[in-house]
């Protein structure tokens, strides 16, 4: 079983930067993509990026210019760079990888970006 576990969360004022990391317990194989979700209060789960096993990134058109996945397979790890964040970017931000008919998700990063 893998693990994804989430950190670079905080509170941060807009305009600001923050960056995601998600790292995975072990090596995974076959993997179709890596990608970041996020869930606002009252909201559902939408995908904010993600990353082919190829290396083609994909961003939802409301953070696009400001957002920036990038994975390092040395270390099992993907990133997500943040920056000009605003207010509505508040949300909690979920790793998910999938690989061959398993989905991986982990527990979740609470951002909060104040006015």
């Known amino acids: 079983q893998v693990q994804l576990v989430e950190s670079g969360g905080g509170s941060v004022q807009a305009g600001g930067s923050l960056r995601l990391s998600c790292a995975a317990s072990r090596s995974i194989f076959s993997i179709n993509a890596w990608g970041w979700y996020r869930q606002a209060p009252g909201k559902q789960r939408e995908l904010v990026a993600d990353?082919?096993?190829?290396?083609?990134?994909n961003y939802a058109d409301s953070v696009k210019g400001r957002f920036s996945i990038s994975r390092d397979y040395s270390k099992n790890t993907v990133y997500l760079q943040m920056t000009s964040l605003k207010p509505e970017d508040t949300a909690d931000y979920y790793c998910?990888?999938?690989?061959?008919?398993?989905?991986?998700w982990g527990q979740g990063t609470q951002v909060t970006v104040s006015s």
């Open positions: 990353i082919t096993g190829g290396g083609r990134t």
């Open positions: 998910h990888v999938r690989a061959s008919s398993t989905n991986y």
